[in-house]
């Protein structure tokens, strides 16, 4: 069984920064692709950026130039790096595990539980 655990969510002002963590345990598939979704209050699931195992990487429009997503292969980690954050960038952030780069939730393999962030105006 994959779990993956989330570490790094929480309260920020408008302009600050946070750095989201996410470990993946148990067995995967080799090559696995590691990835963000987040969901606001009301609103659907959304895609935020997505790392392959050979470090290709895919970031949604909304949050490219502010945040940056990396990998730690030899510890099966992933982090996200939000810089420059902005209201309408609270949401609960969700760490993905999938077989190839999804971009809609439907493609996600296994999902992390969740981490709450949440920027003040």
């Known amino acids: 069984q994959v779990q993956l655990v989330e570490s790094g969510g929480g309260l920020v002002q408008a302009g600050g920064s946070l750095r989201l963590s996410c470990a993946t345990s148990?067995?995967?598939?080799?090559?696995?692709?590691m990835g963000w979704f987040r969901q606001a209050p009301g609103k659907e699931r959304a895609f935020v950026a997505a790392?392959?195992?050979?470090?290709?990487?895919l970031v949604a429009s909304s949050v490219k130039g502010r945040f940056t997503i990396s990998r730690d292969n030899a510890k099966n980690t992933v982090y996200l790096q939000m810089n420059s954050l902005k209201p309408e960038d609270t949401a609960i952030y969700y760490c993905?595990?999938?077989?190839?780069?999804?971009?809609?939730?439907?493609?996600?393999?296994?999902w992390g539980q969740g981490t709450q962030v949440t920027v003040s105006s």
């Open positions: 993905a595990n999938s077989r190839g780069i999804a971009t809609m939730p439907e493609g996600v393999n296994y």
């Open positions: 148990g067995r995967t598939d080799s090559n696995y692709v």
């Open positions: 790392i392959t195992w050979s470090n290709n990487i």
